[in-house]
C-alpha cells in the first residue's frame, strides 16, 4: 500500500488535515500515519468540532509526538512522502534548521533525505523576512511550499468547497489525484479561458 504520513501542528487550519485524512481514508490502497503536536491538540478543540477520537480513527496508525523511535522516523521505513498541514512557523523552522527533536521535525528530516515528497501547509501571515528565508531553505532542499490559498474560479459556496479544493491540489504533489473539486480545463471542470463548452461557444 502506498503511506501517507500526515502531520498536524499547532498552527489554525486543523480543519486540512481532517479532511486530508477523510479523503485518504476513502482510499483503500493508501495507508495513513499520523502524528500530532501536543498544541494541534490544543487547536483541534479550539476550532473543530471533530473529536481527537475521530482522528486517530482516520489514520492507520497514530504515532505519539515525544516517539523519536517510532517507524516514520527512519528512512528504512518506506512512505510516499508527508503533509504537514497546517505547519507552523516553529515546526517549519525545526525542519529548516535540521532540528530533529520531536518526531514531525525528525519524519520530515528523513523524508527530505531520502528524496520523499515532502508539503510544508505554512499557516502564517505576514511573514518576515527570517520566515522566508527557512521557507527558501527548505524549497532547495526539495520541499514543497504550499500555503492554503483558496481559488475562487470554481465558485466556492462552503467552506468544505474551499478546503477541498486545496486537499485536491496538495494531494496531486504526491500523485493522489482525488476529484474532489471542479478543476480548470477539465471534464466536468471550469472550462478555461477560449476552451470549447457546451453549444459550440467558447469562454470569453
Known amino acids: 500500500m502506498k503511506r501517507i504520513i500526515i502531520a498536524i501542528t499547532g498552527a489554525t487550519g486543523t480543519i486540512y488535515a ?54 516514520i522516523s527512519s ?41 520523499r515528497p515532502l508539503l510544508i501547509a505554512i499557516r502564517e501571515t505576514p511573514l518576515h523576512a527570517g520566515h522566508l528565508e527557512n521557507l527558501i531553505k527548505l ?25 477541498d479544493q486545496s486537499c485536491m491540489r496538495m494531494l496531486d504533489q504526491f500523485d493522489i489525484h482525488i476529484e474532489s473539486a471542479p478543476r480548470w480545463g477539465e471534464q466536468g471542470g471550469i472550462p478555461a479561458v477560449g476552451q470549447q463548452i457546451e453549444g459550440g461557444k467558447k469562454e470569453s
Open 139 to 163: 524549497s532547495r532542499l526539495g520541499a514543497i511550499i504550499f500555503p492554503p490559498v483558496p481559488a475562487f474560479y470554481n465558485k466556492p459556496v462552503t467552506l468544505q468547497d474551499v478546503v
Open 18 to 71: 481532517v479532511r486530508l485524512m477523510e479523503l485518504l481514508r476513502a482510499e483503500t490502497t493508501l495507508e495513513v500515519h499520523l502524528v500530532m503536536s501536543r498544541a494541534a491538540k490544543m487547536t483541534l478543540k479550539m476550532e473543530h468540532d471533530a473529536d481527537l477520537d475521530y482522528i486517530h480513527g482516520l489514520a492507520h496508525e497514530v504515532h505519539d509526538y515525544g516517539n523519536i523511535g517510532a517507524s
Open 75 to 115: 528512512g528504512s521505513f518506506h512512505s510516499s512522502g508527508m503533509i504537514v498541514a497546517p505547519c507552523s512557523i516553529k515546526t517549519m523552522s525545526n525542519i529548516a534548521m535540521g532540528n530533529t527533536g520531536d518526531l514531525i521535525s525528525r519524519a520530515a528530516d528523513v523524508v527530505l533525505k531520502e528524496r
